[in-house]
């Protein structure tokens, strides 16, 4: 008689393959001198191994490092998006942010 183990079988393919990786990001000021210089910082979780930034309307418009500082023209609300990846797929996070030269960001 042949025994099955398909209860085990899901954890075994997650072990084995990996999970795509969850896109997550924050970010603030980088200094009071320039308040409209904003550091980006991952918080993607499940190993992603490829990082593309997009910033609608920065003067860097796209980044593929982990943490990028992006300088924004002037105080109004602008848009980023981090595209994560990694050999089990990928993920995307799209935030809006409010850049106030006298005061903290504030994500939409």
Known sequence: MMK?????????????YGQKP????????CSSESSNVF????????DPTNYFWEFVGGLSA???IE??????????TYVAKLIVGNANGSSTSTRTIKIASSASPRFF
Do not use: D, Q
């Open 39 to 46: 550091g980006f910082v991952n918080e993607s979780t499940n």
């Open 67 to 76: 943490n990028p500082v992006v300088t924004y023209p002037s105080s109004r």
């Open 62 to 64: 796209t980044s593929t």
């Open 22 to 29: 969850i896109s997550k990001f924050t970010g603030n000021y």
């Open 4 to 16: 099955t183990y398909t209860a085990v079988l899901p954890f075994l393919v997650l072990f084995l």
